[in-house]
């Protein structure tokens, strides 16, 4: 079988170049990667926050963070506020890190469930150190050098410009050797013994020939579903939102380190806060509320003055059956579609890219690895479905006929038995490296007012004084951590100010 040398990447904005940067540095000058975009369609702009993962990606391409942060014009995020999903009024804050230190064995929770049952321990957010500077909307970067001190363990995010991030991206890449090719994308051809991709031919009669295709069209899939005709799971039976309306608006203070959403009565509503803007948008679900009717209640929510006209999005939550068919690859929105509830849109591209490099086929596809990667893939997004469906599913909310349908819906098998396992004894399992950790789950659940019956009996092996004692040094440890933090915006004002002006209102 011929060596794989020519990677032909379809489509360009975050996932596209995330995927050309990612190669020309992995991958070296062996392989010859080829970009083709048009600057006459647009973008979705797969979500402006993400998760902490994101470090890694940067780091592998030994990105400067601050110049990055400035070129984007990002903030830091530390969690994800959540109102009114459990019940109206609620808020919580799912953090990123740890809460407090185990003992032994024992997660750190279940000293606190114990505790918290007899009225001798505060809210769980205040012995997460994200959590605490979140709500105090102050910022530290972590300081590994003081360990064991809660800022050694400080987790961070972004939020920032999908559309300046690939700019940024696409810089990157073509400096390394990445080549851009204007021009839209007129049919796709396929060889004949085997149905693999072999060429793309342009609107201009150019044809772009190629070993592997990365399919970055959006949720067309032009080449992983027109094409290739791979099939869709539809998961909208368990996730019915199928509309979003986005718009930005001007930032007001304090700038925040956390992403928001809240719950409304058909869906909910982001805000994500940039240093020159602030984006926001409103899932809904179109069965339960019109478009007009959605979008008066995203205008109604904002706040801060409109600077662009709202963009309506359609999509059908799922994925691909097989997101690595034949030699094409599918990444970001081509690949499939989970709501941005907990910024995952961005990690799912740098995911599939560091999948594809680890399984980076050699002398032709062989099918063991397109299998693995399938698989993988598979469990990825399913473990990530499940993580999402928790927040409608575990709700006491009944004010409308969308959240009574959540709130009774049947769930996934798997949802399922994690939901019964903490509701017994307050245990969560991480299986397979899934995306998210134990302390993620602990955290929405209990945000959630799901609370076990009971805790893991080796807690009443200490003496209740003893768990007090500790329990309030975790806390007060963390305050005066906080407390000498600076602000979020002082922060970014001394490390990674971006150059980019405040946009200006509508008129």
């Known amino acids: 079988m011929p060596e794989i040398k020519n990677i032909v990447i379809a489509g360009g904005g975050t996932a596209g170049w995330m995927a050309a940067a990612a190669f020309s540095k992995v991958l070296g000058e062996r392989w010859n990667v080829v970009l083709v975009e048009s600057e006459e369609i647009d973008t979705v702009g ?38 009114n999903w459990g019940r109206q009024g609620d808020s919580y804050v799912h953090g990123f ?84 090719i204007e021009g839209k994308i007129r049919s796709v051809s396929t060889r004949v ?29 032009l080449l992983i579903e027109q094409t290739l005709k791979t099939g869709y799971e539809d998961w909208s039976h368990w996730l019915p939102c199928d509309r979003a309306w986005a718009v930005p608006c001007t930032s007001v203070e304090p700038l925040t380190p956390y992403t928001r959403s809240t719950a409304h009565g058909a869906g909910w509503q982001w805000r994500i806060p940039l240093q020159h803007r602030t984006g926001n948008g409103h899932v809904f679900c179109s069965s339960h509320i019109s478009e007009q009717a959605a979008l008066d209640v995203l205008m109604g929510k904002l706040d801060g003055e409109v600077l662009a006209d709202p963009r309506l999005l359609k999509f059908v939550t799922g994925k691909r059956k097989k997101i690595w068919n034949k030699n094409c690859i599918a990444v970001g929105l081509s690949s499939g579609f989970l709501e941005p509830l907990e910024s995952t849109s961005i990690h799912l591209i740098q995911s599939t890219i560091s999948r594809l490099t680890d399984l980076f086929p050699s002398q032709g596809i062989d099918e063991a690895d397109v299998a693995e990667f399938n698989r993988q893939a598979d469990f990825e997004f399913e473990r990530i479905r499940d993580f999402i469906i928790l927040h409608y599913k575990a709700t006491e ?36 490296a899934e995306l998210f950790s134990e302390i993620s789950w602990v955290e929405v659940l209990l945000g959630q007012h799901i609370t076990p019956r009971h805790y893991h009996p080796l807690v009443d092996a200490l003496p209740e004084q003893k768990i007090i004692d500790f329990l309030d040094n975790v806390r007060s440890t963390i305050r005066r951590c906080v407390e000498v933090m600076p602000t979020h915006a002082q922060y970014i004002a001394s490390e990674c100010a971006t150059h980019i002006p405040p946009m200006k209102p509508r008129r």
């Open 46 to 83: 797969v979500g402006e926050a993400t998760i902490p993962v994101i470090n890694v990606y940067n780091q592998a391409l030994e990105i400067d963070e601050n110049e990055f942060m400035r070129e984007t014009s990002a903030s830091f995020k530390l969690g994800i506020e959540f109102v």
């Open 97 to 180: 890190g740890p809460l407090g230190p185990d003992i032994g064995i024992t997660r750190f929770h279940h000293y606190w469930l114990k505790m918290r049952a007899r009225g001798k321990a505060s809210s769980l957010e205040d012995y997460s150190v994200n959590i605490a500077a979140a709500r105090a909307n102050k910022f530290l970067r972590a300081r590994k050098d003081l360990s064991p001190s809660p800022m050694a363990e400080i987790a961070h995010a972004y939020h920032f410009d999908a559309g300046l991030y690939a700019a940024y991206l696409r810089r990157y890449a073509e400096k390394r050797g990445v080549r851009r």
């Open 193 to 221: 013994q085997d149905g693999f991709i072999d060429a793309l031919t342009l609107e201009d009669g150019q044809r772009i020939e190629g070993d592997l295709f990365i399919d970055c069209t959006g949720f067309r899939g």
């Open 397 to 432: 909310r009944d004010d409308t006929a969308f959240w009574r349908y959540c709130r009774d819906m049947s769930i996934p098998d798997t949802l399922a038995r994690k939901i019964d396992l903490f509701k017994s004894n307050g245990r969560v399992f991480r299986e397979n």
